[in-house]
Each structure stands twice: as structure tokens, then as C-alpha cells.
């Protein structure tokens, strides 16, 4: 079976979802949810967003044509994923609640709750672009499919909740435990790191694969010498440090993520950075959660650039620079790429 997204418009009159659903069926396939996406038409008919189950055997083009043939226009026909099936109110909440534990982290829950991507405006166009605006942010979100004026407005309110959060609570210390509400309604803790902390952050790196060790040490060596171990707790017990965040399980059992600003030598207004999540952890949004903490953190002490390293073929640490809301320049020296990311000046 494959997974469909259809867009149909549906006049509002009695029998028409039931002469939808019919023909559905008789093309063999079945519709696993339904819900409205576009505003009434003058005549009265709004856009549905169908997730249809489609057998291997049955062409989509073979639903298309029984949908029509019913009298129901189709106006989108594309391949979906799993993922999509949760209850778009459910996710919007759960999303909701992630710009309340973070307003920074606003940005990416408009474009996951659009099921879209963050874009940068000066690229070429790629599928349907759109600047979506809400309080005083303003993002540019992409994706294959057009988008409809009822999706854009619920996902400028997620803009709007976190204008009106960073307006009425008080500036938070970036260095100060918090909650953080992950994107699939999770949470972690995150807290500066401390010497004790050495276990855990022993046990996070052996549960990492080698493809993430190699990403965050440019090795995949499954243990943490002593001396590395101590480097990557901070100012406490490494000269060079300047904040290592911690990311904890809710219990503070385990953890599942860590980022590290270390001093760049010769240049005091830079510094280093680095992110390590677990596996099981990631694309969950965590390490641009951690990304952008220290970010703040490197903000706060006056530094005007973050600095890292990374191999020719792992995009990860520029991705999470960009998700982060800031803009990463590349060079490439031998077998590393140095990156350079230019912070924002405080305000007052």
C-alpha cells in the first residue's frame, strides 16, 4: 500500500462526502482521514485534504479519474509518508506547546505544522514559496503543493504566540535550566554541564553510532579519553571552555544531547562549537534547540562569531547553523571544512 495526498473541492450539500468516499472506494482505495484546508469558495465549496491508501496495483491517476467522474474536482495528487497520519489538531497543539517551552523554536513549528521547509528567500525558487509573517517575524517556507490561506493563517499564529510570549515574560538567562518541549511532544532539560556529569556524558557517546561520533569528534572512536571527557564539561574542568549546555532525559536519568562553546585560540571574539545528540534523539529537533541555546549563551558574553569543523561530506553542523537562524560560510582546508557564523548583535 502507498500513501496519497489528495486535495478535492467539495461542494457543501448533502450526499457530496458520501459520493466521495464512494468513489474512493471503487477505485479500490481507502481514505484514512480527511480534514479542511481551504476557505469557502463563493459557491460554497471548500478544499479537503484526503490521506487515501492506495494498493501497488491500483495507478493513483485510476483514483483521480474515479473522483472526478463523481463530480468532485482534484486539484492535488501526491505521494505522502506515515508521518502524516497524526491528527493535525493534536500536532498543532503539541507544536503549540513547543513555542511556549521555546518562542525561538517558532520558525521550525510554522513549518512542520505547514509540512514544509525553512528557506533562505535569496535561493533559487524550489516547489511553492511563500512569506509567512506573524507578529513581528516574518519566514519563507517551501514545499511541493501550493499552499491554502486557512493553513498559512494557523501557522502565523504559531508566529504570533511566540511575539506575544517574548513580549510579556521576562528575558530569560540563556545559561538557566529549562524545559524544552520537543517536536513529538517530548521533553528534555536543558542545564549547564557540570563536573559530576562525566558518566553521563561518557554513556551518551558510547550509545552514539559512529556515523555521530565522526560528525561531532571527526573520529568514530567508541570511548572518550579522560582528558576529552574533561574538555567537553566545561570551564570547570577545561581551560578553554566557555559553556557546555546538557541535554537530560526528564527524570535526569540520561543524556541525550550535549553542545559545547569552546574559546578559539588568538581570537577572542570567536569561539568554537560543537553538538553531539543520541541517535534515538534526533530529528526530534534537539540539536538546533541546542545549537541556538548556546548560540544565546555566546550572544550574552559578547562574542560576534561561532566557528566550527566538519568533513567534506557532512552537511550536519551547517544545517543546524541554518535552523538555528544564522548564516555559515564555508572553506575548505585539506580534508576539513571550517565555518564561520557571524552572531547578532544584542539588543540594548
Known sequence: MALWRMHVELEDRPGRLGGLATAVGAAGCNILSLHVVGEPTDDGAVTDELLVEVPEDVE???????VAAAGVPCTLLVRADATELSDPATTALA?????????????????????????????????????????TQQIHVARPWPFTA?????????????????????TRTPSAERTLQLRDGSQVRLRAAEVGDGPLVAALHARCSPGSRRSRFLSPAPRLHPDELAALLGPSSSPTGLHTVLAVTADGGSAVGIANLDAEPGDAGSARVAV????????????????????????ERGLAELRGCARPDDVGITRLLRRAGLRPAAEILGTEVRLRAALPTPVG
Do not use: F
Open 150 to 170: 486557512t493553513e498559512l493563517s494557523r501557522a502565523a499564529a504559531l508566529l504570533e504566540l511566540a511575539t506575544q510570549l517574548t513580549m510579556r515574560v521576562p
Open 276 to 299: 553531539l545528540v543520541e541517535d534515538a534523539w534526533q530529528g526530534r529537533g534537539l540539536g538546533t534547540a541546542l545549537l541556538r541555546h548556546i548560540a544565546e549563551v555566546a550572544a
Open 95 to 135: 507544536l503549540a506547546r513547543m513555542v511556549v517551552a521555546d518562542p525561538g523554536s517558532a520558525p521550525s513549528a510554522a513549518a512542520t505544522l505547514l509540512r514544509a521547509r525553512l528557506v533562505d528567500p535569496a535561493a533559487p525558487p524550489a516547489g511553492h514559496v511563500h512569506t509567512l509573517r506573524g507578529g
Open 60 to 66: 493513483p491517476a485510476t483514483l483521480a479519474d474515479a
